[in-house]
Each structure stands twice: as C-alpha cells, then as structure tokens.
C-alpha cells in the first residue's frame, strides 16, 4: 500500500467554482499535513500546515483533517484561473524530517 | 519576503560526470533539505541536514550523493558520477525549526539533465 494516496486527476472547473482535492495515507503516524500548490517547472509553495483533525481556513483556503480515517482534504471557494495549478498534499510524522507527497493533482479553472 | 534561491536553473551534463548543485536557503532557518523530482513523478526526499550532519536520509541518496555547507549561506548537493536516471529537478528546501514546529520552504528547482 501506497504511504499517500492522491488522484492525480485533471480536474478542470468553471471560475467560481468550490474545489475539493483530496489526500488518504496509509500510516497512522502522520501528524503533520500540508497543502503545497506547484506550478508548472517551479518549486511546490506552501498553502496550508495543520497538525490536528478538523478545520483550518485561510482565506478561500480550507484545510481539513480526518485522522480516524486517515484522510485529508483542501477546499479553495470561488475558485480562480490564477488557481490552475498542481496541488500536492505532504505528510510527515512525528521525530522525521522527511515530507512524503502525493503524486499532485492538476487543477485548471476555466473563465 | 525571504525565499530559497538555486543555481543554476538547468544544469546539462555528459553520464559520468560530476555536478554541484547549489542552494542558498532562508538566512534564519537550520534545517535544510533536498527533494527530486523525476518528470511526472511524485517529489521525494532526498536528504535532510542540521546542525552540520545528515540528519535523515532516502534509500535514494546513495554513495553517489553527498551534501555540504561549506559557509554560513550555501547548501550543495554534489552527484558524483552522474547517470541518466539522475535526470530530475531537484528542489532544495529549509525550515527555521524542523518539521516539529515548523514546515518546509522549497527553491524554485535546479533542472538536471543528464544526455
């Protein structure tokens, strides 16, 4: 079984539009979980940082964590063209450095 | 704001040969990190270094890689005898306090290419 799990879509919606993205891991002992947006030919960039179960929202950004189900998932509300972009969700667990990613999922928001 | 900076940008080499790829990360920051990532692949972790040693490390880094701070503002990644599967960006990353407290900031990405 695959450590993070990601549809790598495309996922293409109308401006305006509310989009889910979501993540499900496998290992029980990640706790921190972060939203990276990448894009194309450039570094991934942070969106979102959470650490516990439930909601964190950042302006049209809402990130949200389900531990018992091992699932996390980013909200963006009236989505934007300037959003089109690949979204990563990022995992680590306690004492490790290493972030392991989801293989992205590719957003196009169409005006 | 402070970010990551790489150079260079893209990086061309012959199978065999060495290459140093050089990151200067966010001036407070201790941890420091590189990922790759292989043309429509996942990122993934290389290495990560503190406090002047590797702290962890992937079953990617092998004796091939190595990795420097040779002053107060420079990170190098260096690959030894370089292959064609090398080929990838490689994103340096640091953070202020390490992942326990804090999170990760990536460079803009190094594109290796390897003929």
């Known amino acids: 079984q695959k450590e993070v799990e990601q549809d790598p879509g495309p996922l293409s919606v109308p401006e305006g539009a509310i989009v889910s993205l979501n993540c499900t891991y496998s290992?029980?002992?990640?706790?921190?979980f972060m939203w990276y947006r990448q894009y194309s030919r450039k570094g991934p960039e942070l969106l979102m940082y959470t650490y516990s179960s439930g909601n964190k929202e950042d302006g049209r950004f809402t990130a949200q964590v389900d531990k018992s189900s091992k699932y996390i998932s980013l909200f963006i509300r009236d989505s934007q063209p300037s959003d089109s972009a690949t979204y990563l969700c990022a995992i680590t667990q306690g004492g490790s450095e290493k972030l392991v990613f989801g293989k992205g999922t590719k957003l196009t928001v169409n005006p | 704001e402070p970010e990551v900076t790489q150079t260079p940008s893209h990086q061309v080499t012959q199978m065999g040969q060495e290459v140093i790829l050089r990151c200067v990360p966010i001036?407070?920051?201790?941890?420091f990190y590189w990922y790759r990532q292989i043309l429509g692949q996942k990122v993934e972790f290389l290495v990560s270094?503190?406090?002047?040693?590797?702290?962890?490390k992937s079953e990617i880094f092998d004796d091939q890689f190595s990795v420097e701070r040779p002053d107060g503002s420079n990170f190098t990644l260096k690959i030894r005898s370089t292959k064609l599967e090398d080929s990838a960006m490689y994103f340096c990353?640091?953070?202020?306090?390490?992942?326990?407290?804090?999170?990760?900031?990536f460079g803009p990405g190094t594109r290796l290419t390897v003929l």
């Open positions: 990353a640091s953070s202020e306090q390490g992942l326990q407290a804090d999170t990760q900031y």
């Open positions: 290992n029980s002992a990640f706790q921190y």
């Open positions: 001036s407070n920051h201790l941890y």
């Open positions: 270094f503190y406090n002047n040693e590797i702290s962890e």
